[in-house]
């Protein structure tokens, strides 16, 4: 019992999750979390991931334990660095911040420092993100919808999925700057294949 208080303790900051490395930090040791998984108290939903037992699965469930399992030692709560904590970007970004018709896989995240993972399906890059850049989505920071829409034209998704992902962030309010926005999406537009003379901006922000 004394165990399954720690742990919510610390999963009431995570949506009901926690690390194996947050647990130990506290005392629960690893044999004791393999008893509390197998009497139900908790249930593993990545390596090195927990969800305790009464929480709900929740949609965003498989990016947080990404997220918590590259910096697994983290202090539940603490302010976050954006300079040091993982970031979701691209796709990931856009699904979790529900914005246009993209899935959040492959699981996308970016670092300052370089980070390497083994598991599949996760991609990290080293890439250091402005602080304007960054806003939290379910908890996970991720980058701007801004941003994200330039991330997504830069690394070739399909135009049309960039494109919706456009409309429901100018649809929301959800970008400071529409003009600086415009700009840079132009910037894109001869890579992107769009004749001289014309707007990829406008083509996207307009459904043409």
């Given amino acids: 019992m004394e165990a399954i208080k720690k742990l919510n303790g610390i999963s009431a900051y995570q949506k009901g999750l926690f690390t194996s490395r947050q647990a130990e930090r506290l005392g629960v040791e690893r044999y004791v979390l393999s008893r509390l998984e197998k009497g139900g108290s908790v249930e593993r939903v990545a390596r090195g991931v927990y969800r305790m037992g009464g929480a709900p699965s929740l949609r965003e469930e498989e990016v947080l334990a990404a997220w918590l399992s590259l910096d697994p030692g983290r202090e539940p709560g603490a ?22 018709e993209v899935g959040p896989e492959p699981l996308e995240f970016c670092t300052a420092e370089r980070k390497q993972t083994q598991r599949d399906g996760l991609t990290v890059r080293k890439r250091a993100i402005d602080d304007e850049d960054v806003v939290y989505a379910s908890g996970v920071p991720a980058t701007s919808p801004a941003r994200t829409v330039l991330d997504l034209i830069d690394c070739g998704e399909d135009l049309s999925l960039v494109a919706s992902v456009l409309r429901d962030a100018l649809g929301k309010g959800l970008v400071a700057d529409v003009r600086r926005l415009a700009d840079e999406v132009d910037l894109r537009g001869k ?4 004749p001289k003379g014309e707007s990829l901006y406008k083509l996207m922000a307009e459904g043409g």
């Fill in 79 to 100: 302010p976050t660095d954006s300079a040091r904590v993982p970031i979701a970007m691209g796709a990931t970004a856009a699904w979790l911040q529900q914005l246009g």
């Fill in 191 to 194: 890579k992107a294949g769009i």
